[in-house]
């Protein structure tokens, strides 16, 4: 059985940082991206960032310069480094891991508060 767990979660004020971790667990055989989606109240599921096995990253306009997405192979685990936080930011943040299936987390809460 395949689990994602991510943590890191949390309510900071706006220009703070937090910073999300997500530990990939089970028979995945292999992992081509991790990465992270948001959905805010109301909205549909956004793309946040994404990073390769290789390390090429890719990043919503939104979150450039703000956000930073890191991985390690070894521990299958992604990370996501929030920076300069907005209200905007705000939402439930989902990992997931792409490569022969996709595999979804329950996702973490994050709150910027103005």
């Known amino acids: 059985q395949v689990q994602l767990v991510e943590s890191g979660g949390g309510l900071v004020q706006a220009g703070g940082s937090l910073t999300l971790s997500c530990a990939a667990s089970?028979?995945?055989?292999?992992?081509?991206?991790m990465g992270w989606y948001r959905q805010g109240s109301g909205n549909q599921r956004e793309l946040v960032a994404t990073?390769?096995?290789?390390?090429?990253?890719v990043y919503a306009d939104s979150v450039k310069g703000r956000f930073t997405i890191s991985r390690d192979n070894a521990k299958k685990t992604a990370y996501l480094q929030m920076n300069s936080l907005k209200p905007e930011d705000t939402g439930v943040y989902y990992c997931?891991?792409?490569?022969?299936?996709?595999?979804w987390g329950k996702g973490t809460l994050v709150t910027v508060s103005s």
């Open positions: 089970g028979n995945i055989f292999r992992i081509d991206d």
């Open positions: 990073v390769s096995s290789g390390g090429t990253a």
């Open positions: 997931l891991t792409r490569g022969i299936m996709v595999y």
